[in-house]
C-alpha cells in the first residue's frame, strides 16, 4: 500500500530496491550517464528511464504492429522479447526469475490437470515469490535498496495464480457454479507456452504491470478488445463498442500530465514531511496530541503522489499500445480505463475505508477478490488480508499493518450497518456524515499503513498506544452486523417487497 519515504526506502508498489551482486546493464549505464549529469543517477531514474522507453515503443507497437498489419504471433514474439530485454536491462540475470516461475508454474498446469493446478499453482508461485523475498530482507541489507527483482514477480506471481484459476473455472467447474465475472473470465482452452509468456512478461506491464485479465490481453493481441465483453447481463450488445478500435492519444497524454504534476508534487514536499518523524522520541515530548494526528495524515498524504506517477505511468503505456480500451461512456466517449490501477479523486475524498481500498491499487484488489475473497469458505476478509501481506513481501511490518486492516474493516461494516440510517434523513445530516467518515477514514489509513512504511512492529504508531486497534476491536464486538449471506437475503427480499 504505502512505501517508505526519503533516503531510508523508496519503494514503488511494484519496485523495491536491494543492494546486489550482480552488475546490471542499468549499473553499467549508470556510471557512464554519471560522467555527463550533474546529478547522480539512481535506480529509481533508470527504471524511469525504461518506462519512458517502453511508453515509446508502445507507440510503435501499436501503429507498426497493429492486428490489422501483423499476426498476433508475431505480437506476441515482439511483446514478450522487448519485455525480457527491458527485464535484463533493469535487473541483469535475476530477470531468469521470472521465465523460471513462469515456466515451473505452466508446467504444473500441463501435467496436474484443471481439477486442482490453481492450488498447486498459488501456493507454488506464492511460496517462489516469498523465498526471493525472504532471501532480499535477510541475505541482503534490510530495508535498503537498488534492483530488487521481487517487484515485477509480484505482478507475475498475480498473473500466474489468475490464470490458473480462470483455467479451473473454465474447464473444470459447471456454469452454474460461476458468478457473473468468473463467467467473463474463464479461460476454455490451456494457453500455449507462447500466449503464457507474452502475458506474464509482455514489454508493457514487466516493469510495473498492472495485472490484468488473461482474455482481455489475449483479445488485445488478437485486436478484438472489448468483443467478449459486449454482451451486457441481459443478454443486450452495446452498439457503441463495436467501434472496437478508438485512438488512446487523447487519454495517454492526459496520463502523462497527471504523472508529470505528481512527479512534481512529490518532489516538491517530499522531504518536508518525513514519516519517519511521527516515531520521532523528541517529536513525541514536544508535540500535542491533535498536532501528532495531523502531521500524521499531511506526513503520508505526501507519500501518495509517486504511486499515482508510477501507476499512471504504467497505465499509459498499456494505452499507448492499444491496451486498456472498456467500451464508451454514457456521452459515447472511448474509457481506457479497463486496466488502471487508481482513481486519485475517490482517493483522496474517501467516507470509508471500502471506498479507499476499492480504488488504490486497483487491479491488486480485483486479484485478492477472484482468487481469495470470493472462494474462502470461512473468514473471507481475514484471508484476504493475510494473502496479501505474504504476497507484499517478508517485513514484519506488513503484516501489523494487514492485522490493522482486518479489524479497522470489521468496524468500519458495523459503523456503515448501525449508525449511517440514522443520517440519511436529510441531504445537512448525510453531509455531516459524509465529513465525519472522510476524516475517520483518512486518520484510520494513515495509522494503518505507518507500518508498512516503517517496515517493523516496534517503532510503528509508539505514540499511539493502539488506540485504534482497542477502539476497534470493541465497535466490532458492540455493534452486530448480520453475516454476508444473510445480509444478502435481506436485500433480495426486500426488492422483492418493493416490487
Not at 10 to 25: A, I, Q
Request: proline letters at 4%.
Amino acid at each position: 500500500m504505502y512505501s517508505l519515504s526519503g533516503h531510508k526506502r523508496c519503494r514503488s508498489l511494484e519496485f523495491e530496491f536491494v543492494s546486489s551482486p550482480v552488475v546490471e546493464t542499468g549499473e553499467i549505464c549508470i556510471l557512464e550517464l554519471e560522467k555527463f549529469c550533474i546529478i547522480s543517477l539512481t535506480y529509481q531514474w533508470i527504471l524511469c528511464i525504461c518506462q519512458l522507453c517502453a511508453l515509446l515503443t508502445a507507440v510503435w507497437f501499436r501503429l507498426y504492429l497493429h492486428p490489422s498489419k501483423t499476426s498476433p504471433f508475431v505480437r506476441h514474439v515482439v511483446a514478450t522479447l522487448l519485455g525480457i530485454y527491458f527485464a535484463l536491462f533493469c535487473f541483469g540475470w535475476y530477470a531468469l526469475h521470472f521465465l523460471l516461475q513462469s515456466g515451473i508454474t505452466y508446467g504444473i498446469m500441463i501435467l496436474t490437470g484443471v481439477e486442482h493446478m490453481h492450488k498447486y499453482c498459488l501456493v507454488v508461485a506464492l511460496g517462489y515469490l516469498s523465498f526471493c523475498q525472504i532471501t532480499r530482507v535477510y541475505v541482503f541489507d534490510y530495508g535498503m535498496y537498488s534492483a530488487d527483482f521481487t517487484g515485477p514477480m509480484m505482478v507475475i506471481t498475480q498473473k500466474i495464480t489468475s490464470v490458473a484459476f480462470e483455467i479451473h473455472d473454465g474447464m473444470a467447474r459447471k456454469e452454474d457454479q460461476l458468478n457473473q465475472s468468473q463467467k467473463l473470465l474463464a479461460i476454455r482452452r490451456m494457453p500455449s507456452l507462447l500466449e503464457y509468456f507474452s502475458y506474464n512478461c509482455n514489454f508493457m506491464g514487466i516493469l510495473a504491470g498492472p495485472t490484468c485479465s488473461y482474455n482481455d490481453y489475449i483479445a488485445f493481441i488478437e485486436g478484438t478488445p472489448y468483443r467478449h465483453r459486449d454482451l451486457e447481463t441481459k443478454g443486450k450488445v452495446n452498439g457503441k463498442s463495436r467501434l472496437n478500435d478508438p485512438s488512446p492519444n487523447t487519454e495517454v497524454i492526459r496520463k502523462l500530465a497527471t504523472c508529470f504534476i505528481s512527479l512534481l508534487v512529490f518532489l516538491s514536499v517530499c522531504k518536508v514531511c518525513p514519516v519517519e518523524r511521527n516515531v520521532d522520541d523528541d517529536f513525541i515530548a514536544t508535540t500535542p496530541f491533535y498536532a501528532q494526528v495531523v502531521y500524521l495524515y499531511l506526513s503520508m498524504l505526501t507519500t501518495r503522489p509517486k504511486y499515482y506517477f508510477v501507476w499512471t505511468l504504467a497505465d499509459a503505456i498499456n494505452n499507448a499500445a492499444g491496451f486498456g480500451f472498456n467500451g464508451y461512456d454514457s456521452n459515447g466517449l472511448p474509457r481506457w480505463d479497463l486496466i488502471s490501477n487508481l482513481r486519485i479523486m475517490n482517493i483522496e475524498l474517501a467516507t470509508s475505508f471500502k471506498v479507499f481500498l476499492d480504488n488504490w491499487n486497483i487491479q491488486t484488489a480485483h486479484w485478492l477478490k477472484r482468487v481469495c475473497y470470493e472462494r474462502c469458505p470461512y473468514n473471507p476478509t481475514a484471508a484476504t488480508f493475510l494473502l496479501s501481506a505474504m504476497w507484499h513481501g517478508a517485513y514484519p511490518g506488513y503484516y501489523l499493518t494487514f492485522l490493522t486492516g482486518i479489524v479497522i474493516t470489521l468496524a468500519a461494516r458495523a459503523v456503515r450497518h448501525n449508525v449511517r440510517p440514522y443520517f440519511l434523513g436529510s441531504p445537512t445530516l448525510k453531509f455531516v456524515y459524509d465529513v465525519i467518515t472522510w476524516a475517520a477514514t483518512q486518520i484510520a489509513i494513515c495509522y494503518t499503513v505507518v507500518p508498512f512504511v516503517l517496515l517493523s512492529v516496534g517503532p510503528s504508531l509508539k505514540s499511539w498506544y493502539f488506540c485504534i486497534h482497542i477502539g476497534c476491536i470493541l465497535l466490532a464486538i458492540a455493534l452486530p452486523v448480520k453475516p454476508r449471506h444473510l445480509r444478502t437475503d435481506s436485500n433480495s427480499n426486500q426488492k422483492q417487497k418493493a416490487t
